[in-house]
């Protein structure tokens, strides 16, 4: 049961944590726009990580007068930016095939 307990206060402040990241990702979108590299090194979070609270933060603005808006993903070789999820990190374009794609950036409106 003691073990039950700690596992659960655990969990609590992870999510707490994950709150925190999420509101100074907003404060910091808020001011300007970010990739996920840029923000990543702002947030201390991987790049993978800043793109799935970008997402979280887009669901938590739909029923607010701001928006979360992104740049999408573009290839640097083909100019294609076309990609099905815009909030993403792609590693290849799916028309020539370029591993060279420049980040999505993000920013509040
Ligand atoms: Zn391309």
Redesign the pocket.
């Known amino acids: 049961m003691a073990i039950y307990l700690a596992v659960v206060a655990d969990e609590t402040r992870m999510r707490e944590a994950e709150e925190t990241t999420r509101q100074r990702l907003a404060t910091v979108l808020r001011d300007g726009d970010g990739t996920p590299s840029e923000l990543a090194v702002e947030l201390e979070v991987p790049p993978h990580v800043v793109v799935d609270h970008v997402q979280h933060v887009a669901r938590s603005l739909e029923e607010t007068d701001e928006q979360l808006l992104v740049a999408p993903p573009t290839?640097r070789?083909?100019g294609?930016d076309g990609f099905d999820e815009p909030a993403n990190l792609p590693s290849r374009?799916p028309?020539?095939k370029?591993e060279s794609i420049a980040e999505p950036a993000f920013t509040i409106e």
């Open positions: 290839c070789d083909c294609f374009c028309t020539c370029s």
